[in-house]
C-alpha cells in the first residue's frame, strides 16, 4: 500500500475504530437517563414509587421552584431547597412529555412538584379554597408525588404567555376562560395537548397544574433535601 493511502484513508480508519472500542455507543434501555451513567444505572433499580428528583433524569428541565422562594402566593419560603420531585412513573412519564414538547421547540420550565404535606396545612391556613390550594385533609396529589406545576419556555428561556402568572387565583387562570388572545390560548391548548397525551390530568382552575391520572400514591411529609448527593426522596 503507497504511504499516502494509509495516512488518508486506513489510519483514519483505524483511530475510529480505536476510539469505538475505548468509549462504546451503547443502546440505552431508558435513554432519558442522561445525567451520568452512573445515575441511569442507579435510576433502573428504582421501584416506580421511589421519588426522584427530575433533573437527574433529563438536564433540560427549568427549575423555578417559587415555594423555596419568598416569591409566591404565601410570601413564606416553604421549602427548604429548591429542588423538583416526583415518583419515578410519574418522572418518567413528564420526561416523555419533554421530549414531545422539546421537537416542538419548547422546554418545561417546573414551578413545583413534591410538596411535603406539612407545607399543603400552611397553603391552606393562608388560602382555604379548594379551587386554587388542595384540601391537605384529603391531601393534594403534590404531596403523593404525583402533580407538578409548570410552564413552557422557548429556546432563549422566556416563559410562553399563559395570560396570567402561575398561582393567580382567579378566573383568568381557569382552562375555560378564552377572552384572551388567540396566541395565549394556543399556548395553554399545546401545554394541556400533550400533557394529557402522557398521563397528565389538568385542573379546570389553574392552567399551570396538572395530576397523574394513572397512578395514585401515599402522602408524604418528608422534607426537601438540600444535600446535592441526595438523589431520591425515601
Ligand atoms: C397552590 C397551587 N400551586 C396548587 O398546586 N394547587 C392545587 C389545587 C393543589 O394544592 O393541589
Ligand atoms: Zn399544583
Not at 191 to 214: C, D, I, M, P
Request: overall charge positive.
Amino acid at each position: 500500500m503507497k504511504p499516502i493511502n494509509f495516512i488518508f484513508v486506513l489510519l483514519p480508519i483505524t483511530i475510529f475504530i480505536s476510539i469505538q472500542a475505548l468509549f462504546p455507543i451503547t443502546e440505552n434501555a431508558s435513554p432519558h437517563l442522561s445525567y451520568t451513567k452512573e445515575d441511569s444505572l442507579y435510576y433502573e433499580t428504582l421501584h416506580d414509587t421511589a421519588m426522584v428528583e427530575l433533573i437527574r433524569y433529563d438536564s433540560d428541565f427549568m427549575l423555578d421552584i417559587k415555594y423555596a422562594t419568598k416569591d409566591n402566593f404565601t410570601k413564606q419560603v416553604l421549602y427548604d431547597c429548591p429542588r423538583a420531585f416526583l415518583r419515578k412513573k410519574v418522572a418518567k412519564d413528564l420526561l416523555n412529555a419533554h421530549k414531545e414538547f422539546k421537537k416542538l421547540g419548547y422546554r418545561i420550565k417546573i414551578f413545583d412538584g413534591y410538596r411535603p404535606h406539612s407545607v399543603q396545612f400552611k397553603m391552606w391556613d393562608l388560602t382555604p379554597d379548594k379551587r386554587y390550594v388542595g384540601n391537605p385533609y384529603k391531601g393534594s396529589m403534590h404531596n403523593r408525588g404525583c402533580a407538578v406545576d409548570l410552564t413552557l419556555v422557548d429556546n432563549n428561556g422566556k416563559e410562553l404567555d399563559m395570560g396570567t402568572p402561575y398561582d393567580f387565583f382567579g378566573e383568568e387562570a381557569h382552562i375555560t376562560y378564552n377572552k384572551l388572545p388567540e396566541q395565549v390560548l394556543s399556548n395553554r391548548r399545546v401545554l394541556k395537548q400533550v400533557l394529557e397525551k402522557n398521563g397528565f390530568r389538568a385542573l379546570s382552575t389553574e392552567w399551570w397544574h396538572f395530576s397523574y391520572n394513572r397512578n395514585v400514591y401515599n402522602i408524604l411529609n418528608i422534607p426537601i433535601p438540600c444535600q446535592q448527593e441526595v438523589r431520591e426522596i425515601k
